[in-house]
């Protein structure tokens, strides 16, 4: 059956920015973070083509993510590492974890696991564990694929992101490590103090700019587009949707589409959203409720109902324009999007 919305997805962008970002990253190999299904858009259809396109490295969150991805063959980390209740499926080599803790390093050891990574906590204290301890020997005789650590403030100017570098960096060579990585998107933007010997991209891989050096570098990938339910014509003085957050000053013209918040078209869209029949703008008018928005289509007299019309998604207008951050724009993208590569 065919979706009531889809999801298109532009292969060439997406291939465009990780080459795009792979160029920035020097000498440094790039991966690609495909956590949280691809960031929206799809983990399987994202991985495949950026592995086709050259990427080697892939991280995901959790388990079930890798085992999703198991039958591609593909170089995966887990950044969340290894729980108690993960280790048959770490220890068959379906992906490796990032030990992010003494307790997982020690599970580990005692499993008798072997490639891993490993995330040091060098200031945003979340994941990872402590300098002080790889200094101490915690990670002596452990097979380290790659030393991590994440930026805290990379879409800032922040001195910290200088602090966490130089906390990184006097790391090298005090593990068996065969690679360091650091860079995010935003921080692969900071330049060549950050890049270390594997980046790992996420955002800007879909079109997201988490630093303005990124403008214009990367592309949009990611457009939803909705089928009309119905069209109606609204009364001076008619209000639409919850709250009556909109109502019309003379007769108008309004098409209800079939996408709403449970879709990841939020209601900070509401009043501010815009979709386009071709190159027609048509003003988002009222609350966007769960699966339900309404536009005014005086401008597209043809437009009737089953007709498909596109909802603009370029991520930092979309962001200004929503109030949610380019993340979340991206990851909210719900499951009834019909998701069509192109």
């Not at 465009?16 to 792979?22: C, G, M, S």
């Not at 220890?91 to 008798?112: D, E, T």
């Amino acid at each position: 059956m065919t979706a009531p919305l889809r999801l298109r997805l532009n292969s060439h962008a997406l291939v465009a920015n990780w080459r795009a970002l792979d160029r920035m990253s020097g000498a440094a190999a790039c991966g690609a973070a495909i956590k949280a299904n691809g960031y929206g858009l799809g983990a399987r259809g994202v991985a495949s083509r950026l592995a086709e396109a050259g990427a080697r490295d892939f991280f995901v969150a959790n388990w079930a993510e890798a085992a999703a991805l198991a039958d591609l063959e593909l170089d995966v980390a887990v950044l969340h590492g290894v729980r108690a209740e993960d280790m048959a499926l770490a220890l068959s080599g379906v992906a490796r974890p990032v030990l992010n803790s003494a307790a997982q390093v020690a599970r580990w050891r005692a499993a008798g696991g072997g490639r891993c990574d490993v995330m040091v906590d060098t200031g945003i204290n979340r994941l990872g564990v402590a300098p002080r301890e790889v200094l101490e020997g915690l990670l002596d005789g452990l097979q380290i694929d790659t030393l991590l650590s994440h930026l805290a403030c990379a879409d800032d100017d922040s001195p910290l992101n200088a602090r966490q570098a130089a906390a990184f960096r006097a790391l090298e060579g005090r593990t068996g490590a065969r690679r360091l990585s650091l860079a995010n998107s935003a921080g692969i933007a900071l330049g060549p103090d950050y890049l270390f010997d594997l980046t790992r991209p996420g955002l800007a891989l879909y079109g997201g700019v988490a630093r303005g050096e990124l403008a214009g570098v990367v592309q949009q990938v990611a457009m939803p587009e909705a089928q009309i339910l119905q069209r109606r014509t609204l009364a001076a003085g008619d209000s639409i949707g919850y709250n009556a957050l909109y109502t019309a000053r003379a007769p108008m013209e309004v098409a209800i589409l079939n996408i709403g918040y449970a879709d990841g078209y939020w209601r900070g869209f509401s009043n501010h959203g815009v979709a386009r029949a071709g190159d027609i703008a048509l003003p988002v008018v009222g609350r966007v409720s769960m699966d339900l928005t309404a536009i005014a289509v005086d401008a597209a007299p043809e437009l009737r109902e089953g007709d498909w019309v596109a909802l603009e998604y370029a991520l930092p207008a979309a962001a200004a324009a929503s109030g949610m951050s380019q993340y979340e724009l991206l990851t909210g993208l719900g499951a009834r999007f019909g998701r069509v590569w192109g």
